[in-house]
């Protein structure tokens, strides 16, 4: 960069140190105690609601294939495959005869497959932010030391794990997300996405998406073949001294 250049640019800064300053309002967002049942005590803060809004976001959701259909009058229309269709086990798309239809079929499982891991990340990133922003506290270090030994390594994911297995069903899965966003103030249909993110994420267990990512569950599976169980069993409290 050559003296002149610099010169322009500590002149440009200089010149846009006389602008006019304008404040932001100051928000505060509140905060407020929530204890467990098990009678861990932690303290909830309000989350911004761009960030509410922004965990929801669809960017990355795969496309689905398109079908071909033809016409009455002999014209050919395609519309997009639904996500309710059955999805047929690699030894039924190799039994299919035609050709077209046998790669039609492949192309919509590796969809349904790619969807389902999409799902599992997204609804991840709601629990996480409910879990990370909207609780201040972190285990205590006896309790963090127990999750390392499970396998769970860095610090947001251990705090992820000793949340979410202090929710072991819907109710308290709930309770906990009206909560905490109660202390900030989404669309009533923002809230309902959001609260089956949330729910969805923590059923499938902290571990999920890393899981997935070694072995996505194949598309449509049941919640017993794709799904982690609940969490529960997990230490949540330090051993007896």
Known sequence: ????????????????????????????????????????????RGIAQMLLYGAQSEAGKPAPPLREVRMAGGGVQHIPRRDDEPVLSAEEIAQVRDPDKRRAEDAYARYRAELNQWEIERNTRM?????????ED???????????????????????????AKLPNAETMAHFFETVTSLTIPTEEGLERAEEMFQSAV??????????????????????????????GIPDDAPAP
């Open 1 to 44: 960069m050559s003296e002149g250049s610099i010169d322009t640019a500590l002149a440009r800064r200089l010149a846009d140190d006389d602008l006019p300053l304008v404040e932001a309002p100051t928000v505060t967002l509140p905060r407020a105690r929530y204890r467990f049942a098990d009678g861990t005590v932690v303290t909830l």
């Open 127 to 135: 629990a996480r932010l409910l879990f990370l922003v909207g609780v």
């Open 138 to 164: 972190s285990p205590p270090p006896e309790i963090a030391d127990l999750w390392k030994q499970m396998g769970f390594g860095s610090e947001m994911d251990i705090k992820y794990a000793w949340l979410a």
């Open 203 to 232: 059923q499938r267990g902290p571990g999920a998406v890393a899981d997935a990512g070694r072995s996505a569950p194949a598309a449509g599976a049941t919640p017993a073949q794709g799904q982690a169980p609940p969490t529960t």
